[in-house]
T-cell receptor
């Protein structure tokens, strides 16, 4: 998985609780991404980062925030989890911008919000 | 607005068959078209990618065909094997924009 770890790998939480998912990379890649995967929707970008402390929104960012204080770590926070945020979350990294933007994906975190 | 439309949702073929998965895009600024393969419980992994100035690209048993005028591209898997059973995603992005837009995926089953 290209030096990408995600933690936790599985989590069950209650509606209304805060949840933080962590993505850690050992590749020193500049770009990091958070996606969610849901049946019938494919992969949808939540947030991405183009450097330390530089982040921007993706297509489904409502209800999520991110932080990147170090090159190797990208955190995804659900401030107040809802059942609609039950999903599998994938982190991805890429070394470059422009053509050939190969993204390497982590193993995923399965989140269940009850 | 779904910018990359993928079909079919699922596909079943016999071993040795040639499954074909199709994608259509809307944004003519896209210039990078990768295909990702995902096995159950794993993250997607890049399989093959093409740029719009090339009509076909082959890597092993996997071929991308690209039709710029129709804004369509497809994945062909030659001599398919049961080990190719997975979910396949097409995607697209602009060269200077590193955000990938994914299709909804195709679940491929190759029967022995």
């Amino acid at each position: 998985d290209a030096g990408i770890t995600q933690s936790p790998r599985h989590k069950v939480t209650e509606t209304g609780t805060p949840v933080t998912l962590r993505c850690h990379q050992t590749e020193n890649h500049r770009y990091m991404y958070w996606y969610r995967q849901d049946p019938g929707h494919g992969l949808r970008l939540i947030h991405y980062s183009y450097g330390v402390k530089d982040t921007d929104k993706g297509e489904v960012s409502d209800g999520y925030s991110v932080s990147r204080s170090k090159t190797e770590d990208f955190l995804l926070t659900l401030e107040s989890a809802t059942s609609s945020q039950t999903s599998v979350y994938f982190c991805a990294i890429s070394a470059k911008q422009g053509w050939g933007n190969e993204q390497f994906f982590g193993p995923g975190t399965r989140l269940t919000v009850l | 607005q779904q910018q990359v439309k993928q079909s079919p949702q699922s596909l079943i073929v016999q071993k040795g068959g040639i499954p074909i998965i199709n994608c259509a895009y809307e944004n003519t600024a896209f210039d990078y078209f990768p295909w990702y393969q995902q096995f159950p419980g794993k993250g997607p992994a890049l399989l093959i990618a093409i740029r719009p100035d090339v009509s076909e690209k082959k890597e092993g048993r996997f071929t991308i065909s690209f039709n710029k005028s129709a804004k369509q591209f497809s994945l062909h898997i030659m001599d398919s094997q049961p080990g190719d059973s997975a979910t396949y995603f097409c995607a697209a992005s602009r060269g200077s924009n590193y955000k990938l837009t994914f299709g909804k995926g195709t679940l491929l089953t190759v029967n022995p």
